[in-house]
Nanobody, 117 residues
Framework: QVQLVESGGGLVEAGGSLRLSCTASTSAFSVYIMGWYRQTSGKERELVANIDPRGDSNYADFVEGRFTISRDNLKNTVTLQMNSLKPDDTALYFC???????????WGQGTQVTVSS
């Protein structure tokens, strides 16, 4: 099980930016697909973006070019830069680590992002 610690959430006005970071406690960070998911009350958790060990990234349609995911395999971190935030982006954001071969998943505790209109 990988321990994941998120940081960087908060309150921002619409159109503003936030940067989420997640640090993983594993010596094999480079074999994990790292991702960010989000969840609001009454809805299922949904993928925001993920990035594989080679650095190839994938984004949900609703991102529309506003977010950028990146990883640093030396620092065991994954970052989500969120720009042009909208009130609809308000959610609890979770960091996820999925082993590239076994597909075993680990989750962080979540960090709240609130975008005011």
């Amino acid at each position: 099980q990988v321990q994941l610690v998120e940081s960087g959430g908060g309150l921002v006005e619409a159109g503003g930016s936030l940067r989420l970071s997640c640090t993983a406690s594993t010596s094999a960070f480079s074999v994990y697909i790292m991702g960010w998911y989000r969840q609001t009350s009454g809805k299922e958790r949904e993928l925001v973006a993920n990035i594989d060990p080679r650095g190839d990234s994938n984004y949900a349609d609703f991102v529309e070019g506003r977010f950028t995911i990146s990883r640093d395999n030396l620092k065991n971190t994954v970052t989500l830069q969120m720009n042009s935030l909208k009130p609809d982006d308000t959610a609890l954001y979770f960091c996820n680590a999925e082993h590239f071969i076994s597909h075993r998943r680990s989750w962080g505790q979540g960090t709240q992002v609130t975008v005011s209109s």
